[in-house]
T-cell receptor, first 115, second 115 residues
Framework: AQTVTQSQPEMSVQEAETVTLSCTYDTSESDYYLFWYKQPPSRQMILVIRQEAYKQQNATENRFSVNFQKAAKSFSLKISDSQLGDAAMYFCAYRGMEYGNKLVFGAGTILRVKS | NAGVTQTPKFQVLKTGQSMTLQCAQDMNHEYMSWYRQDPGMGLRLIHYSVGAGITDQGEVPNGYNVSRSTTEDFPLRLLSAAPSQTSVYFC??????????????FGNGTRLTVT
């Protein structure tokens, strides 16, 4: 079974600075998808960014980018120019190609943004 | 466009009571799923469905039942509530075609407390 590990329970960043959230995963599949979701205090789950494993180019969405290292099974999220609104719980998630295509989540990282 | 609608938002049950968490989506998504979120454990899959009339167990199915009689609705039933079922529950849906790359759309969650 696939597993997703987020080794940082909490992170802090100063407003306007850059922070990187770590994520590693374990799988025997060669094709899969990776996601980062943001959960603010409102409890809403918001898709931040996604990456297809067959693409070597790292995904970017405005201030959010990933560092995808397929061989190392690593998928970190970089947030540039951090804003107060970035404060949230961030979940890394894996979705494989087997029947059911279940989305497997990491335990999450709480990001605090200091003004 | 309502997206994924979950009701109720909050619920308190006594041990042994039963209840149904409702989930409806209006995006014509074939795939629907239920997750529970517990501190330090991320989101764990309870049950999922790849289409009307088809349901499967996820990682933590015990104590829960589901059915999928229509494409739009995917209710989650707690048969006999236990304190261990105190959690936040999320319903999520997506397209099945191109499933891996299709992000999950989440409802706003139900906070359930069992006393």
């Amino acid at each position: 079974a696939q597993t997703v590990t987020q080794s940082q329970p909490e992170m802090s960043v100063q407003e306007a600075e850059t922070v990187t959230l770590s994520c590693t995963y374990d799988t025997s599949e060669s094709d899969y998808y990776l996601f980062w979701y943001k959960q603010p205090p409102s409890r809403q789950m918001i898709l931040v960014i996604r990456q297809e494993a067959y693409k070597q180019q790292n995904a970017t969405e405005n201030r959010f980018s990933v560092n995808f290292q397929k061989a190392a099974k690593s998928f970190s999220l970089k947030i540039s120019d951090s804003q107060l609104g970035d404060a949230a719980m961030y979940f890394c998630a894996y979705r494989g190609m087997e029947y059911g295509n279940k989305l497997v989540f990491g335990a999450g990282t709480i990001l605090r943004v200091k003004s | 466009n309502a997206g994924v609608t979950q009701t109720p938002k909050f619920q308190v049950l006594k041990t042994g009571q039963s209840m149904t968490l409702q989930c409806a989506q209006d995006m014509n998504h074939e795939y629907m799923s239920w997750y529970r979120q517990d501190p330090g454990m991320g989101l764990r899959l309870i049950h999922y469905s790849v289409g009307a009339g088809i349901t499967d167990q996820g990682e933590v199915p015990n104590g829960y039942n589901v059915s999928r009689s229509t494409t739009e609705d995917f209710p989650l039933r707690l048969l006999s509530a236990a304190p261990s079922q105190t959690s936040v529950y999320f319903c999520a849906s997506s397209y099945s075609r191109g499933l891996g790359n299709s992000p999950l759309h989440f409802g706003n969650g139900t906070r359930l407390t069992v006393t």
